[in-house]
T-cell receptor, first 114, second 110 residues
Framework: GAVVSQHPSRVICKSGTSVKIECRSL??????MFWYRQFPKKSLMLMAT?????????EQGVEKDKFLINHASLTLSTLTVTSAHPEDSSFYIC??????????FGPGTRLTVL | RKEVEQDPGPFNVPEGATVAFNCTYS??????FFWYRQDCRKEPKLLMS???SGNEDGRFTAQLNRASQYISLLIRDSKLSDSATYLC???????????FGTGTKLQVIP
């Protein structure tokens, strides 16, 4: 099946710093990628839809200036959490859409902000 | 009402048992339905799509009831390796956006 990678898998940072998470589709091109976050024992929540070559579409309640998304190529989307705070600590997962319906998920990035 | 609702469980069943989960959705215009499996601290993985006519893949059977707006997943002859959280996923309101349920946790006991 299609493979999506994420880097880093785990990051611990100090409050106020910015963290960049990369999402790559390794064996296919993805014009659309998605960014989710998941709190413990909660469902995945879609944060934004990342479209190659255009601005991301953010879900209601997600601050676009805080969660910067760049989809510079057909195989790479990045999420930058700017000025991270402890409440931003979460599990961030990206997915890449292949075809009409199917999404393949990255392994996730666990962010801990101290 | 939540867009997609699932019983969080946990469902604790013995090996070999048959277990069924339901998932209800609120948007009658929803177009596509899926079951994903998520192991602890791992990413979700597609288990199966749910078609109007229902579909079966080995021990797993998924069904869609549009009139009552729910989908179901039946697991026969449960294995220990089936222990995971099963996520109901619904696509609606445009072909890109999907909504996840909170998941149903299954624990298969020896």
């Amino acid at each position: 099946g299609a493979v999506v990678s994420q880097h880093p898998s785990r990051v611990i940072c100090k409050s106020g710093t910015s963290v960049k998470i990369e999402c790559r589709s390794l064996d296919f091109q993805a014009t659309t990628m998605f960014w989710y976050r998941q709190f413990p024992k909660k469902s995945l929540m879609l944060m934004a839809t990342s479209n190659e070559g255009s601005k991301a579409t953010y879900e209601q309640g997600v601050e676009k200036d805080k969660f910067l998304i760049n989809h510079a190529s057909l195989t790479l989307s990045t999420l930058t959490v700017t000025s991270a705070h402890p409440e931003d600590s979460s599990f961030y997962i990206c997915s890449a859409r292949l075809g009409y319906d199917e999404q393949f998920f990255g392994p996730g990035t666990r962010l801990t902000v101290l | 009402r939540k867009e997609v609702e699932q019983d969080p469980g946990p469902f604790n069943v013995p090996e070999g048992a048959t277990v069924a989960f339901n998932c209800t959705y609120s948007n009658s215009a929803s177009q596509s339905f899926f079951w994903y499996r998520q192991d602890c601290r791992k990413e979700p993985k597609l288990l199966m799509s749910v078609y109007s006519s229902g579909n079966e893949d080995g021990r797993f059977t998924a069904q869609l009831n549009r009139a009552s707006q729910y989908i179901s997943l039946l697991i026969r002859d449960s294995k220990l390796s089936d222990s995971a959280t099963y996520l109901c996923v619904v696509r609606s309101g445009g072909y890109q956006k999907v909504t996840f349920g909170t998941g149903t946790k299954l624990q298969v006991i020896p």
